[in-house]
């Protein structure tokens, strides 16, 4: 029985920084990659960021590279998105999920699902 749940959304102003956590149970997490993903009123459900058990191999979308952060600890079965330099187009939920051993950027490939946090970036 997977479960993950999210925190650490809210509203924030533009130019800064949240982070968001994703606490998982019911497996170890050194074995499962977990991905950040975000829907916008209107819009499909895009990839964020996602961090594999293989060597912690990380991937960003171009969209927050440089400004965005994967990591985990897998001690405190816990994985970290740090978001700097948000922007009112960061406004969604984020959701995190996981998938065995290897990123994906195809959401399908993803079986567990948190229920998703929301984060609003505005004045």
């Known amino acids: 029985q997977l479960q993950l749940v999210e925190s650490g959304g809210g509203l924030v102003q533009p130019g800064g920084s949240l982070r968001l956590s994703c606490a998982v149970s019911?497996?170890?997490?050194?074995?499962?990659?977990i991905g950040w993903f975000r829907q916008a009123p209107g819009k499909e459900r895009e990839g964020v960021s996602c961090?594999?058990?293989?060597?912690?191999?990380?991937n960003y979308a171009d969209s927050v590279k440089g400004r965005f952060t994967i990591s985990r600890d897998n001690a405190k079965n816990t994985v970290y998105l740090q978001m700097n330099s948000l922007k009112p187009e960061d406004t969604a939920v984020y959701y995190c999920?996981?998938?065995?051993?290897?990123?994906?950027?195809?959401?399908?490939?993803?079986?567990?699902w948190g229920q998703g946090t929301q984060i609003t970036v505005s004045s």
């Open positions: 999920a996981a998938r065995v051993y290897r990123c994906s950027t195809d959401r399908g490939d993803f079986g567990s």
């Open positions: 019911g497996f170890t997490l050194g074995y499962y990659a």
């Open positions: 961090i594999s058990s293989i060597g912690g191999s990380t």
